[in-house]
């Protein structure tokens, strides 16, 4: 079992950089991707980044590539996503997301991952 709890949220202005944080606990993420969702007000869960086990490959989703940049630690069992040029339809609620099964292509789909966080809320100001 993993318990992933996100931290980080907040109310920024357009511009403005934001860093989130996923804490696990439970066994060991070393050997699992991760993910972020966000939920914008309304919308569905989409896609925002994703990390193989070692770090070694990430994807971004269009929306965000060149501003947001996933990253994660597996000895302090941490994953990040450092937000930049934040845009007001950025706002949504951020979750972390866990992958159990090895997969060699990193899922861009909610239902590929087993474990979730309780989210933080991210709000851009205009």
């Known amino acids: 079992q993993v318990q992933l709890v996100e931290s980080g949220g907040g109310l920024v202005q357009a511009g403005d950089s934001l860093k989130v944080s996923c804490a696990a606990s439970?066994?060991?993420?070393?050997?699992?991707?991760m993910a972020w969702f966000r939920q914008p007000p309304g919308k569905e869960r989409e896609f925002v980044a994703g990390?193989?086990?070692?770090?070694?490959?990430?994807e971004h989703a269009d929306a965000v590539k060149g501003r947001f940049t996933i990253s994660r630690e597996n000895i302090s069992k941490m994953l990040f996503l450092q937000m930049n040029s934040l845009k007001p339809e950025d706002t949504a609620v951020y979750y972390c997301?866990?992958?159990?099964?090895?997969?060699?292509?990193?899922?861009?789909?909610?239902?590929?991952?087993?474990?979730w966080g309780q989210g933080t809320q991210v709000t851009v100001s205009s």
């Open positions: 997301a866990l992958r159990y099964n090895f997969v060699v292509e990193i899922p861009n789909q909610p239902n590929e991952y087993d474990y």
């Open positions: 439970g066994r060991s993420i070393d050997t699992f991707t």
């Open positions: 990390i193989t086990w070692n770090g070694e490959r990430a």
